[in-house]
């Protein structure tokens, strides 16, 4: 599930058949399938508004960990 959401957000199209097949035979039904999708592009979405609207890390969270200056 982890894999085909990395692989959603990084490219759309990477997502095909075999994808979805193995989905299902990790036991995903279609309404599991369908809602790993819709979750994945929500919240790619809301990162996308937020980054595009200037949004910052909230400071009482931590250090952000994707901040360009950390080192990882």
Do not use: C
């Not at 599930?1 to 990790?26: C, F, N, Q, W, Y």
């Not at 592009?41 to 609207?53: E, I, K, T």
């Amino acid at each position: 599930m982890i894999d085909v959401a990395v692989a959603l957000t990084r490219d759309s199209k990477a997502i095909g058949r075999p994808e979805i097949d193995g989905l299902r035979a990790h036991g995903f039904d279609d309404t599991a399938i369908h809602q790993i999708v819709q979750i994945t592009a929500l919240f790619n979405y809301y990162n996308r508004m937020v980054d595009g609207l200037g949004g910052e890390f909230e400071p009482e969270w931590g250090d952000d960990p994707l901040a360009p200056d950390r080192k990882r």
